[in-house]
C-alpha cells in the first residue's frame, strides 16, 4: 500500500520575531513551496535564513525580560553571605585578640573575679600518665602534688602558716581548721585510717579581705581517696564537719553546674544565714588519689564569683 502525502500549504505568512508571534500582512505572496514526501520520525527543518545584506537596515535583537524578582532575591542573599562570612572572620579574628578579662563568659572587669597569673600543669614523670588516663588505674597524679596547688591571684598576701616544712604540711596544722575538739579527732583518725601520703596547703589573703586556704590531701589510689569523701567527710546537702568560723553549711545553690570539671567531683556549700562575723564557703573535690579543700571566708558576705573562679581553676590543675 502506497503511503499519501498531502501538499504541504505554505502560503500563510511568515512570523516576524520582533511581533511577538502575531502574522504580519505582506505586499506580495510567497512562491509556491516544494513539498517532499515525510520521513516518518523526523521534521522538516525550516527553510535557512539569508543574512542580511550589508548596509541594510536590521531589526534590534529582542530583549529577553528576567524576573527582576528573582534577579534581586539572588542579589540578597550573595550579598547577606558575603556578610555573613565577612563578620564571622572578624569576630573570630576579635576574639583572637582580645585579652581574657574581655571575652564574655571567660572573664569581664567587673564581675568581681581575681587577676590569676597563666596557669600551667606540672610536666609529667617520662613515660607516667594522667591520673585520668585509662592505663592509671589507680587515678595516681604522678607530678609534684606541691606543683598542683593554685597559686595566689595578683596583689594577694601569702599565709606564711601553710607553707609547711619544704611546702608539705604537718597534719595537725590542717585540723586545725575544724573548729570542735571532737570533729579534729574524727578527721585525724581517718587520715590516719586511710593512710594520707602528703598534704601540701597554700593561703592568701585577697586584695578585697577575702582569705582563702587550698589543702591537696594525697592516698594511695582513687578508690581509697572517693571512699573518704563520700563516706566520711562530706553529705549530699553539707559537710559533716564544720570549718572554724562558721556556725552551719549548706548546699551552695549559686555555684553553676555548667562549671564543672570533668573526672572531677565536687561538692560546694556555703554558710547559711543568720552567720558571725563573716560567711565561710567550701568545696571538697575528689580528684583520683587526691581530696582537695578549699575555704574561702570574708567579713560580712563571702563573694560567689571569686569562689567558683577558685574551685574551678583549682580543679582543672588537677584534671
Known amino acids: 500500500m502506497t503511503e499519501q502525502t498531502t501538499p504541504v500549504d505554505d502560503t500563510r505568512p511568515a512570523e516576524?520575531?520582533?511581533s511577538a508571534f502575531v502574522p504580519q500582512p505582506r505586499s506580495e505572496p510567497l512562491p509556491p513551496a516544494t513539498t517532499e514526501p515525510a520521513t516518518p520520525g523526523f521534521?522538516?527543518?525550516p527553510p535557512p535564513v539569508a543574512p542580511p545584506l550589508v548596509g541594510e537596515p536590521q531589526e534590534p535583537p529582542v530583549k529577553v525580560k528576567k524576573d527582576r524578582r528573582v534577579l534581586r532575591a539572588v542579589l540578597r542573599w550573595t550579598a547577606a553571605t558575603v556578610v555573613f562570612a565577612a563578620v564571622g572572620a572578624s569576630a573570630a579574628y576579635g576574639i583572637t585578640r582580645m585579652e581574657r578579662t574581655d571575652v564574655p563568659g571567660l572573664a569581664t572587669e567587673d564581675d568581681g573575679r581575681w587577676d590569676y597569673p597563666a596557669i600551667t600543669k606540672p610536666p609529667l614523670p617520662s613515660g607516667s600518665p594522667g591520673p585520668f588516663a585509662e592505663a592509671n588505674t589507680a587515678g595516681v597524679h604522678s607530678a609534684d602534688l606541691r606543683?598542683?596547688?593554685l597559686p595566689a591571684p595578683k596583689g594577694a598576701k601569702a599565709d606564711a602558716s601553710l607553707r609547711g616544712d619544704d611546702g608539705w604540711l604537718a597534719t595537725k596544722t590542717f585540723l586545725a581548721q575544724y573548729a570542735e575538739k571532737e570533729d579534729r579527732?574524727?578527721?585525724g583518725q581517718f587520715l590516719t585510717d586511710y593512710a594520707v601520703r602528703h598534704i601540701a596547703a597554700r593561703g592568701w589573703t585577697s586584695t578585697d579581705g577575702t582569705r582563702t586556704r587550698i589543702?591537696?590531701?594525697q592516698f594511695d589510689t582513687a578508690s581509697v581517696a572517693e571512699d573518704l569523701v563520700t563516706n566520711e567527710l562530706v553529705h549530699y546537702d553539707s559537710p559533716r564537719y564544720v570549718i572554724a568560723g562558721a556556725v552551719t553549711a549548706v548546699r551552695d545553690e549559686q555555684f553553676p553546674e555548667r562549671a564543672q570539671v570533668d573526672d572531677?567531683?565536687?561538692y560546694a556549700y556555703?554558710?547559711?544565714?543568720p552567720y558571725g562575723p563573716e560567711q565561710v564557703r567550701e568545696a571538697y573535690l575528689s580528684a583520683g588519689d587526691t581530696i582537695a579543700l578549699v575555704v574561702q571566708s570574708h567579713k560580712g558576705t563571702a563573694p560567689a564569683v571569686p569562689f567558683q573562679q577558685t574551685v574551678v581553676l583549682q580543679s582543672q590543675l588537677l584534671d
Do not use: N
Open 215 to 217: 589543702y591537696l590531701l
Open 270 to 273: 556555703a554558710e547559711a544565714k
Open 16 to 18: 516576524d520575531a520582533t
Open 185 to 187: 579527732e574524727a578527721v
Open 147 to 149: 606543683e598542683l596547688l
Open 264 to 266: 572531677i567531683t565536687r
Open 43 to 45: 521534521v522538516v527543518p
